[in-house]
């Protein structure tokens, strides 16, 4: 995926998660707020003020509807501090997205920045995120994308973050994490073998629930248990 | 290695196999009684729930999660209604959480009874086994009395519990709590003292700490290598940190250490048991939640301490009474990864004793 | 060695205790009152909602009704797939009539898969026993509970429950 173009999208998916996240009455003052940092890419400071800008924001469209909630406000400033850290690590264009779900910051990383993105976040002793929690892979068939989510905890920190990669539904390939989390191995196996996710690198990609030959990837939303019948007498060989 | 070079054979283990708890099959290639490789085969009980559960209502939802962990469903009830709980921002009345918190205890130290019981039966112990069996026993009567069945309990809602405990059932808690502490000591007469038993055990089977983390391990196993990570001190959930109770870590990461501390994560469960039947509250039993749930739109992402470790839902909603896509963390499913690590270089007798240890539900490995 | 007389000891100690097994068939458990076993249905309560096929989580449930003169509706068939059938309790829970319920009942195997698909009259005649009508099951069922109700005042206990 060229960078360029990912950007654009992400800016419009990025928009309208906020507005799904935060209510419709945010949706004015989130952009205002998440433009900031855009522009201040340069600067490599911007550590708390996302955080400080966003508080007098979410205090002002109270009015119209629920304010939006105080924890993703602060889950999504940690999203943007870690998007911050990571760009001037690695360079513009690895975060396509932040956000954040109740508690939890969220950032979507670049496909091609994922083996290279959850290094830097495992290695560099300011995020020490090595513990991870969750993989797990969904396929959203409107959207055209499969989306792999990585739960991971910073026991040094005490702190839990989500970073999501996405990469397309005909042609789903990702960096194998294998190397940096061995807890990630049959996770990713799982993966392949119910949404088809082809993760290079990975030491034994094979199927894990169903056999060799099953036909198709079960939790593709566009699986069906009568077009995709079985090849009969599989026996894993 | 011996002078003696002898020919590499397969051996197939499982998926039939007394001592691989379910329909596991490992394939271990030996040299002589050494373990050289080793390839766990998992997937003979998949019955698919991460994709049935697309197409139910988050209430039929709850029977299914009954069969992953299938001798600890309280918790996995738990799991995932508090994932929709936490998605919805939703109060449990004080009645439901007590009685959620003594029965979740409860289950736990069945669960653990059960592993003590086919752990030591595993190496060879008979009796301990007909022990476990007996306390295991009166802890399922007592859920079959409060909801009606003694594994597949469905008891836990959305929002509270679906029955009240029925007059009499708390006062019998209180009286197995205590009967259950004072049978503790016996357990460690019985086994704990046992030459045999921990010339078997001991420094067989070791989870470095590193290892442990590096391969997403949790619960016991994890806290057995010294690392203290439990869920309800370190994330707390319902209403755990109104108790008193410790956290019972290893040091060694050995077998006998997860064995260990299975016996002492039951003394406390049952110390929660006892502290939470002294101020069970009155009132309402479930929350105001609509009959039909909608989740609004979103990802949500809750682990709570199962018998295993971590037991996890995920949850992608698109604001439907469906979920868009529901994936379950099986603690079970995680921790065996590193079984293929544990065994090679390993003989053939110690294959049962570490298997045995990392402490597999084949119904939550397959899920 | 130590330990091992000691493991000895506590078995030797156990023979003077009570025996806890029973002898299965002949002995059988006493099932508790909430206890989820195989269904009984009542024609007569039922009012062809079609709640409980809806929430069923396995879809065992099928059923179709007429409707009467009267303009009410009645059940003509009502039948249960044990086969697949979890005894998870939501159609219970669900029906506004209380025409399904469960009994303690929970023998149920077979030897074919056919004989596991119950129909309606099976159900209505586990709800039934051995009596000749509904009225006669359901007023045995009132006698047994104020017996209940009448033995709970006696021991102290207040009577009832909620199941
Ligand atoms: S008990 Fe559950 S599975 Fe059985 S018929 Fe009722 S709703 Fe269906
Ligand atoms: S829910 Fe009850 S009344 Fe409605 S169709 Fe089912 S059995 Fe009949």
Redesign the interface.
């Known amino acids: 995926m060229p960078d360029d173009v990912t950007e654009g999208q992400a800016e419009r998916t990025a928009a309208e998660k906020q507005a799904v996240a935060a209510k419709p009455a945010a949706t004015d003052a989130k952009p205002a707020a998440e433009a900031k940092p855009a522009a201040t890419d340069a600067k490599p400071v911007a550590e708390a003020k996302p955080a400080a800008e966003a508080k007098p924001a979410a205090a002002k469209p109270a009015k119209a509807a629920p304010p939006p909630d105080p924890r993703v406000v602060a889950a999504t400033a940690v999203a943007e501090q870690i998007k911050a850290s990571l760009e001037r690590a690695l360079g513009p264009g690895v975060v396509d997205e932040t956000g954040a779900f109740k508690d939890v910051p969220q950032l979507v990383i670049a496909s091609g920045k994922w083996l290279a993105a959850a290094r830097f976040l495992r290695d560099e002793p300011e995020h020490a995120y090595t513990y991870v929690e969750l993989f797990a892979g969904t396929d959203y068939k409107d959207k055209g994308y499969i989306e792999v989510a990585l739960y991971v905890q910073s026991v040094a920190n005490n702190r839990f973050i989500n970073l999501k990669v996405r990469t397309p539904r005909d042609d789903a390939k990702l960096d194998s994490l294998t190397g940096l989390f061995p807890g990630v191995n049959w996770e990713e196996r799982e993966v392949y073998d119910l949404l088809g996710v082809v993760f290079t690198g990975h030491p034994d990609l094979r199927r894990i629930m169903m056999w060799e030959g099953w036909n198709g990837y079960p939790l593709r939303k566009d699986y069906s248990p009568f077009e995709n019948i079985p090849v009969k007498g599989g026996n894993g060989s | 290695m011996c002078a003696l070079r002898s020919e590499e054979m397969i051996l197939n283990v499982g998926p039939q196999h007394p001592s691989t708890h379910g329909v596991f099959r490992l394939v271990v290639t030996i040299d002589g009684e050494q373990i050289v490789d080793a390839d766990p ?3 003979y009980l ?1 019955r ?1 729930t ?2 049935l559960a697309e197409d ?2 988050y ?3 709850i ?2 999660t009954d ?1 992953l962990d299938y001798v600890a469903s309280m918790l996995n009830n738990y799991a995932l209604c508090h994932t929709v709980e ?2 919805l921002d939703l109060e449990v009345p004080a009645r439901a959480e007590y009685l959620r918190i003594i029965v979740m205890e409860l289950q736990r130290v069945a669960s653990h009874l059960l592993f003590l019981g086919t752990y030591l039966l595993d190496l060879g112990a008979m ?1 301990p086994f007909l ?1 476990a069996f ?1 306390e295991r ?1 009166q802890i399922i ?1 007592l859920f ?6 003694r594994l ?1 309990y ?1 008891y836990m809602r959305v929002g509270g519990v ?3 405990a ?3 059932w708390i006062e019998k808690v209180r009286d197995f709590t205590a009967q259950m502490q004072k049978k503790v000591p ?1 357990y460690h ?8 038993f ?1 010339n078997r055990v001991r420094g067989i089977g070791v989870i470095s700490q590193e ?1 442990g ?6 619960g016991i196993n994890l806290r057995s290598t010294g690392f203290n ?1 439990d869920l309800r001190k370190n ?1 707390p959930y319902s209403i755990y940190d109104q108790f008193e109770w410790a956290v019972p870590v290893g040091k060694n990461g050995d077998c006998f250490d997860r064995y260990f501390i299975h016996l002492q994560e039951i003394e406390q469960s049952l110390n929660i048991v006892a502290q939470a039947v002294e101020r069970v509250p009155d009132g309402p039993i479930i929350g105001k939640v609509p009959k039909l749930v909608r989740v609004p ?5 809750r ?1 709570i301490e199962g018998a295993r470790g ?1 037991l ?1 839902v ?1 949850l ?1 909603s698109d604001g439907k009474d469906k979920p ?2 529901l ?1 379950l ?1 099986r603690p079970s ?2 921790n ?3 079984l293929r690590k544990l065994l090679i270089g390993q003989s053939m007798a110690n294959l049962i004793a570490i298997l045995g240890a990392v402490d597999i539900v084949l119904g939550e490995v ?2 | 060695m130590f330990g091992i007389f000691k493991g000895l000891g506590v078995t030797f100690g156990q023979m003077t205790k009570k025996k806890v097994t029973l002898q299965y068939p002949d002995v059988r458990i006493n099932m508790p009152e909430r206890y989820r076993g195989i269904h009984q249905f009542i024609p007569e309560l039922c009012i062809v909602c079609n709640q409980c096929a809806r929430i069923c989580p396995t879809d065992c449930i099928s059923l179709s009704g007429t409707r009467n003169e009267d303009k009410k509706l009645r059940i003509d068939t009502y039948d249960i797939n044990f086969e697949i059938c979890i005894l998870c309790d939501l159609c219970v829970e669900v029906c506004p009539t209380e025409a399904i319920l469960m009994t303690p009942r929970f023998e149920l195997a077979s030897y074919t898969r056919d004989e596991l698909y119950k129909d309606m009259e099976w159900l209505y005649g586990n709800h039934l026993g051995e009596f000749g009508s509904h009225e006669q099951a359901m007023a045995a069922q009132a006698a047994r509970e104020a017996e209940h109700a009448a033995a709970a005042a006696a021991n102290g206990v207040e009577p009832g429950g909620d199941s």
């Open positions: 085969v998992v997937g998949h698919g991460e994709k139910l209502q209430v039929q939802i029977p299914y069969r936490y998605a009796s022990y007996q026993e009567m079959n009395e409060i909801c009606g069945a597949t469905n679906q029955w009240d029925p007059p009499g016996m007469q019985l086994v704990t003292g046992n030459e045999i921990l290892d983390i590096a391969y997403a391990m949790s990570w994330r739109a979103g990802e949500y992402y682990g971590e996890g995920y992608v868009y896509r994936k963390r499913f995680v065996l990864q590193i397959d899920a």
